[in-house]
């Protein structure tokens, strides 16, 4: 078991939210879609805000993520409800992926969080 996994799993027990997913390749950003960042599905919003997106409005929020090797993002909490639109999103993650990678995000507090990158095989 690697590092990264072994603090993934504490972090994840340690807190009361955290969420999980491989990465799409529309994640990844590969398949040249218009969308942009990660996306989160409508069950897991609570990670991100303390309230549901209201069909028809937009609304976002910023907090940062520590990632495991140090790094940080200042990132954007997205919920897109205008027009067709209807999800939930983090943008400016500061990280590129890649498609089958499988990330973690924890929530620590209100505006700060955890993140882990593992490779597939992990």
């Known amino acids: 078991m690697t590092d990264e996994l072994s603090g993934a799993i504490a972090a994840v027990k340690a807190n009361e939210y955290s969420f999980c997913k491989f990465i799409s390749a529309n994640d990844a950003g590969t398949t040249g879609a218009h969308q942009a960042g990660l996306y989160i599905p409508k069950n897991s919003q609570a990670l991100i ?3 549901p997106g209201i ?3 937009n609304k976002e ?6 990632w495991f090797d140090g790094t940080t993002s200042q990132c954007c909490f997205k ?4 027009g067709t639109r209807n999800e939930y999103r983090v943008t400016r993650l ?12 924890v929530k ?6 955890l993140g882990f990158i593992l490779p597939q095989e992990e």
Do not use: H, L, M, P
Not at 108 to 113: G, M
């Open 49 to 51: 805000f303390d309230t």
């Open 55 to 57: 069909k028809g409005q």
């Open 61 to 66: 929020r910023f907090a940062e993520i520590t």
């Open 79 to 82: 919920y897109y409800g205008v």
């Open 94 to 105: 500061g990280k590129s992926f890649r498609e089958d990678e499988f990330i973690i995000i």
């Open 108 to 113: 620590k507090r209100a505006d700060e969080y």
